[in-house]
Every structure is written in structure tokens, then in C-alpha cells.
């Protein structure tokens, strides 16, 4: 059955992947969100310190005699001291002209705002620089200072390494924590649909009873439809049997009016053309009787052998008690059976399919055989069990005798006798169901012999 | 023989009827379950034929309960099914036999016969005619004190003759009596069971009369 379903991926690795994958995207977010937060704020205080450098610069201005006079204070540099030993530059210009410092420092671009800082590649090092301005009035005109102190940022790079490798660390750590998680997130919620197949998957052919074991919320959908479904599959295969059961019941009933009828009538009518019909009306009913019988017990051996109920079989008890049951049948022909059974022959079948076959077999022996004769059926453990069965009759043809297994082939020998020609299949079926075998032969002095191994 | 018949429908019930009357059994018909159990309290009964779906519960009910009086009385099924696994639970619940609707009425009397013989120590049911004795369950008959072993057909047969002395039976009906109606039989097979009946009795009083022409009857001289 499990070839004809198409699996599409399997939810278990769904499951896992998404998980994985969630978790590493989260780690990777982690990881860069956290690096840009650190080198905003390591940005920030560099910016703070150059701006407070220039602000001291600025605040020491002043013109006297129109002249620029600038107290250069020293802590203005010595705060920018770093453990990296960074390069600090300064330019001051008085509306836009040189005062002092570096000639080569970057200028902002345009006007700007009280104070400004923005980087630059210099001298093959990163630069960070702020600028800021500030007017002074010399005599009658204004002039404008602009100060622009500038640092490298080799101290800052070495924080920010140090920054992400621990931020790497622990996204890693993230990482591999989560997906640990997520394989036992998976194993546990996976199992209770496992534990719900295995459950479904151990029940034997017959058993259709609700899945009464408590499952989770989430499966309680699925598991209602499949009780739906098995509850719904079980009322119709009890519907199916008591329609079968009614259909024969209706059918056979009125059969047996018509039977029992013929019966009395054929006692009280002389008129030999009157008595011939009635004996075919009699011959018909039961012929259309075994059919209908022999047609159930086909399709009863067809369904049951795809779900074999194999149980511990004793032969010998089995072929016992069909003998007695058919012997009132054969005495009615003064047919005697002879029964040579070994104690307790036991195999594991279908006890319901073997009894079938093996009256069938005997039913065949009983009508072929003539009056006043034996039938011997013996029950033998060789290496197979063996039943067979042997009668005193015209034997098989032998021209047809492969044939004569298939369905409705009926053997040339068998007119005026009853039957449908099922009987051989069904046996035949049966013995295949259990890989056995159903062999046909003719006794030496006459007869057929059936052997039916399992 | 007594017979209790329960049996839902009529026509089939009226044909079953008329088809052992004709043999000379007496014989009760219940249609309901509640009749039968009321029927089976009351009177003694040598067979119960009991059909399993009736109207007002289910023929295995009937078993139960009949088995639970401690009736005795052997039960035969009529059923309408085939399958192996219903005819078992049937035997299960204390039925004796079963045999499939529709059923030919030789193979019922076999079986009530083979029945009625595993119940040994029930009510012999023997019949004395001249210096006769017969026992049709065993199928044994006596003849000065010689008991014979009758075989099956010698035995059906006799229990016709012997059941209606002086009656003629024609050579067709007895072929239909001993023959299933499968057989392609001459008229003439009867008289292989005629000639070995009549040696049987040659020590006796009786003698088996052929009327050319008409048949066999049973005689008493």
C-alpha cells in the first residue's frame, strides 16, 4: 500500500530546516545587528572627545589688535591620547586661510552646522575629523575661526575587532544551542504521530475500532477523520455481510418453497412427462443453489487472502470434523470414508479458507463417486502438511487436467452432475494463499486423486 | 416422528409441512420465537427445525434459551448462509446440525437420522410388522432373531414398505426417493435394492410383491 502514497517532503526535515534555518538567520541578524550598534556608539565617543578637543581649541580665541590670538590649551590634545597610539592633526584657519597646523587636512565641504565630524581615507589610515566655527568681531568687520582637529582610528578598529569576535562567539554558541533545540523540538513532536502509525499499523485485518489513545490537540482533527473512517469502513463491511446474509436469505427461501413443493408434488404426480420437468425444476434449484454458494465462498477466499488470519491449525481435527459433518451426505450414496490421519498435523493458516477448500474437495469426491464406494481422505505431515483425497470415480480427464483449476472449467466428464466449477479454484486459491499446492492425478485403478499440501 | 418446525415464512413453512406430513411425521409449526419457545416448554418433541432469522429475534436466541431450559431435544439449523465461520458459531451455541436452504429433503432426513442416532438412549423408534423388527436409526433389522446391518438405501427403502404396508410404489417413485435427482438412473436400479431387500427377508413373514407394470408393495403373509 505504502508504494501507492506520493510523500512529499518529509515533515521531521521540514521541521528541522526551518528551525536551522530560523535560528541561523537569527544568529547572523544577531551578529550584524549587534557589530553596527558597537561601532555607533565607539563612533559616538570619539566624536565627543575630538568635539570637546575643538571646543577648547575654539574657546581659547580672541582678537586683540586685530590680531588672532589662540592660548593653544594642552589638554586639548593630551584627551585624545589612545592605548593604539593614534596620530592626531589640527588645522586652524581664519576665513579660510592657514593659522596653523596641517596645510593637507580635509576641509568640510560647504557650511556647516555649529560642529561636524564625517571621515576620510588619509595617508593610507582612516580619519576621523571634526570641525567647528566660530565668529569673532575685530574692529568693524567679522572674521570667522574654524578649528578642525582630527584623530586615526587604529584604537577604535582593535575595540571593534574585539567587539565582534565576542559577538561571533556568541551568535556560534546561539547557533549551535538552537539547533540542538530544534532536533528534540522535532523528536518530540514528531512522536506522537510516529507512536499514532505504529499504533494503526500493528492492528490485525479485522480490527477497525476507534484510535482510543489520547493524541495531541493538533492531531485530534486528523485522528477523528481516520476514526470517521474506519467506524464508517467497518459499518459498511457489517452492512455488506448482512446484505449478503439478507440477499441469500431472500433468495434461498423462496428456493427452498419452490424445492420442497417439487419434492412433494413428484410423490403424487404418475404423468412420467409431468415427473421429468419436475425433476429438472429440482436439478435447477439446486444447481443455481451450489452456485450462489460456491460464487460467496470465492469471493469470501478472495478477500481473506489478501489479510490471511493465520492461526495454529490442527489438520487432523479440521478434516475430522468436516467428514462428520458431510457423512450423513455420503451415506445417502452408501459412500463409506475411509480416514487416515496422522495424531495433530498443525499448520499456521487461515482456518476459515483451509475448511473451505478442503470441503469443496470433498464435496467433489462425494458427487463424482458412485454408490457403494470409498472415499479415502488421509491428513499426513511429509514435508508439507498433506490432505488428500481419493475416490473411486471416473477420474480426471486427462487431456485437461491443468485446466481444470480455472475458474468455471467444468471437466468433460461432468455432465449430469451439478456444479458450478468453482470448486478446484477455490482449493486452488486457497493452497496459493498459503503457498501450497493443489496437485491433480488419477489413481491406477481408477479414480481422482487431489492432493491439497500447505 | 415429532417435529418442531420454526419457521418465519409461510409458504416455505406450508411446503416443509406437506413434505413430511407426506412421510407420515406429525409435526408443529411455530412463526415466531415466542411461539416456538411456548411450543418447545409444552410438548416433547423427537427434532426442532429451526430456521435462524425469524421475526421477533434471531433463531441463535432460540438456542441460548433452549439450551438454558436443559432441553435435549436436538436442534437442526435451516439457514440461508454458506459461510464456513456462521455454520460453526451455530454448532458453537448447541445446534446439532445444520443444513443449507434450499435442501433436498433426503438430505435432512440423513441428517436428522444421524442426529437422532448420536442421541443413543432417546426413544428407540423401532417398528414390529409380522415377525419383524426394524430399527431405522441404527438401520438394523431382525429377522428370527438374525439381526441385519442394512445399508443405507436398503434402509430408506424398507422404511417406505414398511410404513405403508400393502401400498404399491410405483418403480419412478422409488428411484426418485433413493436417488438424488442428480443421478441419470434407470428405472431398473431399483430393482438391484428390491432383490437384496427380499433376500433379507426371506426368512420372514413378509414378501416384497412386484405388480408388472405398477410396482413394488410390502406384504404381510
Known amino acids: 500500500m505504502s508504494d501507492l502514497i506520493r510523500s512529499s517532503a518529509s515533515l521531521r526535515q521540514r521541521l528541522t530546516l526551518v528551525l536551522i534555518g530560523g535560528a541561523g538567520v537569527l544568529a547572523l541578524v544577531l551578529y550584524f545587528g549587534v557589530r553596527l550598534y558597537a561601532t555607533q556608539i565607539a563612533q559616538q565617543g570619539q566624536d565627543d572627545i575630538l568635539r570637546a578637543s575643538v571646543t577648547a581649541i575654539l574657546d581659547t580665541a580672541v582678537i586683540r589688535d586685530d590680531r588672532l590670538e589662540i592660548d593653544f590649551p594642552y589638554a586639548a590634545l593630551s584627551m585624545l591620547n589612545t592605548p593604539s597610539d593614534d596620530r592626531v592633526f589640527y588645522a586652524i584657519r581664519q576665513d579660510g586661510t592657514l593659522v596653523s597646523g596641517y596645510s593637507e587636512l580635509p576641509q568640510p565641504l560647504g557650511t556647516l552646522a555649529p560642529a561636524a565630524s564625517w571621515s576620510v581615507p588619509y595617508q593610507g589610515a582612516d580619519l576621523r575629523l571634526t570641525t567647528a566655527a566660530r565668529s569673532l568681531i575685530a574692529g568693524d568687520s567679522d572674521t570667522t575661526i574654524t578649528v578642525t582637529v582630527a584623530q586615526t582610528q587604529d584604537a577604535l578598529s582593535v575595540t571593534l575587532a574585539q567587539i565582534s569576535r565576542n559577538v561571533a562567539f556568541f551568535g556560534a554558541g546561539f547557533f549551535v544551542l538552537a539547533v540542538l533545540l530544534s532536533f528534540w523540538a522535532t523528536a518530540s513532536t514528531i512522536g506522537p504521530l510516529n507512536r499514532l502509525a505504529q499504533s494503526v499499523t500493528r492492528r490485525g485485518p479485522q480490527d477497525l475500532s476507534p484510535v482510543a489513545k489520547p493524541v495531541p490537540a493538533e492531531m485530534v482533527p486528523l485522528v477523528a477523520s481516520l476514526n470517521t473512517l474506519m467506524g464508517r469502513l467497518d459499518q459498511s463491511l457489517t452492512r455488506s455481510e448482512d446484505f449478503i446474509a439478507e440477499a441469500a436469505h431472500r433468495v434461498r427461501t423462496p428456493l427452498a418453497t419452490v424445492r420442497s413443493h417439487a419434492e412433494t408434488t413428484l410423490q403424487r404426480v404418475d404423468d412420467e412427462e409431468n415427473r421429468s420437468a419436475l425433476r429438472a425444476m429440482i436439478r435447477a434449484i439446486d444447481e443455481s443453489s451450489r452456485a450462489a454458494g460456491q460464487l460467496l465462498d470465492h469471493a469470501m477466499t478472495t478477500f481473506r487472502a489478501d489479510h490471511l488470519d493465520r492461526q495454529n491449525t490442527n489438520l487432523s481435527e479440521l478434516v475430522q470434523d468436516l467428514i462428520s459433518g458431510l457423512e450423513p451426505v455420503a451415506e445417502m450414496k452408501d459412500i463409506s470414508f475411509r480416514l487416515r490421519t496422522e495424531k495433530d498435523v498443525t499448520v499456521s493458516a487461515d482456518p476459515i479458507l483451509v475448511q473451505n477448500a478442503i470441503r469443496n474437495l470433498i464435496d467433489n469426491a462425494l458427487k463424482y463417486s458412485p454408490a457403494e464406494s470409498d472415499i479415502v481422505v488421509s491428513v499426513a505431515q511429509e514435508d508439507m502438511a498433506v490432505v488428500r483425497i481419493c475416490d473411486a470415480g471416473p477420474g480426471f480427464p486427462k487431456d485437461h487436467m491443468a485446466g481444470l483449476v480455472d475458474r468455471f472449467a467444468r471437466g468433460e466428464n461432468a455432465k449430469g452432475i451439478t456444479g458450478s466449477g468453482l470448486g478446484l479454484t477455490i482449493a486452488h486459491d486457497v493452497a496459493l494463499a498459503h503457498n501450497g499446492t493443489l496437485e491433480l492425478s488419477n489413481a491406477k485403478g481408477g479414480g481422482a486423486c487431489v492432493t491439497f499440501s500447505l | ?221
Open chain 2, 1 to 221: 416422528m415429532k417435529f418442531l418446525l420454526v419457521e418465519d415464512n409461510m409458504e416455505l413453512a406450508d411446503a416443509i409441512l406437506q413434505r413430511l406430513k407426506f412421510d407420515g411425521h406429525v409435526i408443529d409449526h411455530a412463526s415466531k420465537m415466542e411461539d416456538a419457545v411456548a411450543f418447545s416448554q409444552v410438548n416433547e418433541y423427537d427434532l426442532i427445525l429451526l430456521d435462524i432469522m425469524l421475526p421477533d429475534g434471531d433463531g441463535r436466541d432460540f438456542l441460548e434459551k433452549h439450551r438454558a431450559a436443559r432441553n435435549d431435544t436436538p436442534v437442526i439449523v435451516l439457514t440461508a448462509r454458506s459461510q464456513v465461520s456462521d455454520r460453526i458459531s451455530m454448532l458453537d451455541l448447541g445446534a446439532d446440525d445444520y443444513v443449507t436452504k434450499p435442501f433436498d429433503h433426503a438430505e435432512l432426513e440423513a441428517r436428522c437420522r444421524a442426529v437422532l442416532r448420536r442421541r443413543a438412549g432417546s426413544a428407540q423408534t423401532v417398528t414390529r410388522l409380522g415377525d419383524v423388527t426394524f430399527d431405522p436409526l441404527a438401520g438394523v433389522l431382525t429377522v428370527a432373531g438374525q439381526a441385519v446391518k442394512l445399508r443405507n438405501r436398503e434402509l430408506r427403502l424398507l422404511e417406505l414398505f414398511i410404513n405403508a404396508p400393502g401400498q404399491l410404489f410405483s418403480k419412478q417413485k422409488l428411484v426418485d426417493r433413493l436417488f438424488s435427482y442428480d443421478d441419470d438412473v434407470s428405472d431398473n436400479a431399483v430393482e438391484v435394492y428390491v432383490g437384496r431387500l427380499r433376500k433379507h427377508l426371506e426368512p420372514s413373514s413378509l414378501r416384497i410383491r412386484t405388480s408388472r407394470g405398477l410396482g413394488y408393495s410390502l406384504e404381510n403373509e
